[in-house]
């Protein structure tokens, strides 16, 4: 293990870091983990959400034990990350001299050494009461809903990645008639060893939890204390490609110069330029709409999914196609200059299930930025369905066989896999080449993440349980022009939250427009 910076450290932790180590809650983080830091650290991504919704009521003495049992549970919930400067990390994570050389050697994380409830309440915090004001607002106005405005605030939040006093996720508690009682809430986490699969995982987690509190709770002072709760905590996993193996075939590397080559010639781009977040900020440039698909209509599209194409297919490439076809119906978007002949499509994945097949291990793993991808580049003209209205089914089952087989060769795997290869890391700044292919780029194509179908079981002794589920980013400097996020129930049925920028679509009223084409056609191809 590397020497321990104490002159540079965070103040708060060098007292007990050496501790933390030797007890397996600290160590140094793993290069998938970096990745996703990179993109805090140089201000390129924010933050993704989770609306949740109970069937129940908690007060605030049953939400701080079940949360303490959670983070006990999953040592990764109390994680942040110590920055090598401190206090002016900010400023030398953007400096020439931090840009001038490869870091291979990560920063540390360690747990908090202790979190009250108010350092995870986001309503608590002082610094983001003007936003919080507007959401509580937004939420009463619409009577106790989760709305679209209420998803665009959430973009503006920034979760500080080094704590001191917090994690890297919030929870925004949105209350009804009960001010001291809550059970709509909103996960927001800057996904620094964080996904989408974490957040939900967390209201499952949430809902276990309360239901395991009998009586009623004595007051707690604290979630979690580290001087007299270490003996309790579990360890932090190992980074998770010592468990799972990213590395990608030998022809990844030169196919995929070969194929980026022709994709930056070949793309179509938007007006949209890609700007570091704060700058976002400043323009009020992003805009959102949320499609609710009821359970009834949910289980018709999956019966038409079934009676249309052979053998099993699931949602994802049907809401792709369906997504493109639309925006060639919608008019506005695909408007291709000269060569201008390809869009692209980036899907988050699990890699989850490449974990060997031990349910402890699967268990460290529920929380994590434990997600790849897959991208392709398809033809924008074959979205083009006026003229070939037979080839919608087809060319779902097409993209079916598409991503199936790029999940069974572990493609998903092999872009975070390439990005932390020794050699990257030991010659290759990753913030700045994150920083030169995202800021001043135009924007073009979809982010779509689907983190899928939570069905909801009956238990008539369990008080709670959960009836709404909502996932959603603004893909901030990612160079996609659009996100969706998608998560079903079979409460509530699909929510797909959608994002993009004004200079994308030109107008709040026209991505709601858009959006209407797009439910219209999920509901009746």
Known sequence: MNEIDEKNQAPVQQE???????????????????????????NLYR??????????????????????????????????VLPTRWPNHENYYRSSEYYSRPHPVHDYISVLQALKLSG??????????????????????????????????????????FGPTGPSWRLICLPEEHTEKWKKFIFVSNHCMSDGRSSIHFFHDLRDELNNI???????????KYEEDYQLLRKLPEPIEKVIDFRPPYLFIPKSLLSGFIYNHLRF?????????????????????????SPTEFQAIKANIKSNIQ????????????????????????????????????????????????????????????????????????????????????LIEHYHEVISEALRNKKHLHGLGFNIQGFVQKYVNIDKVMCDRAIGKRRGGTLLSNVGLFNQLEEPDAKYS?????????????????????????VKGMNIVVASTKNVVGSQESLEELCSIYKALLLGP
């Open 269 to 293: 781009s938007s007006k949209g330029v890609c700007m570091r977040m704060d700058d976002v900020e400043k323009t009020d440039d992003v805009v959102t709409e949320i499609i609710n698909i």
């Open 214 to 224: 009998k009586t009623p709770p004595k007051k707690l002072d604290y979630i979690f």
């Open 16 to 42: 007990c870091l050496k501790e933390m180590i030797q007890n397996g809650h600290a160590r140094r983080m793993g290069s998938v983990e970096d990745l996703y830091v990179a993109l805090n650290r140089q």
């Open 311 to 394: 053998g099993k297919c699931t949602i994802t490439p049907f809401l792709h196609v369906c997504w493109f076809v639309s925006l060639h119906k919608w008019g506005k978007f695909f408007k291709p200059l000269n060569f201008e002949w390809l869009t692209d499509i980036f899907i988050p994945a699990d890699c989850r299930s490449q974990l060997p097949d031990d349910d402890e291990m699967r268990q460290m793993y529920r929380y994590g930025a434990n997600v790849g991808f897959i991208d392709f580049t398809p033809w924008i003209s074959e979205f083009d369905m006026n003229d070939n209205k037979e080839n919608f089914w087809p």
């Open 466 to 490: 959960i009836c709404d589920l909502a996932f959603g980013q603004f893909q901030g400097s990612w160079h996609q022009a659009f996100s969706l996020g998608v998560c079903s129930t079979n």
């Open 120 to 161: 995870v309440v986001l309503n608590e915090q002082p610094e983001y009461s003007a936003v919080m004001k507007q959401i509580l607002e937004e939420f009463k106005n619409s009577k106790g809903s989760y709305t679209a405005k209420i998803f665009k605030l959430t973009t503006t939040l920034t979760i500080p990645y």
């Open 47 to 80: 933050n993704f959400c989770t609306y949740g919704e109970l069937s129940d009521y908690c007060t605030r003495d049953q939400l701080t034990l079940a949360l303490r049992e959670i983070c006990l549970k999953n040592p990764t919930l109390l994680h942040i």
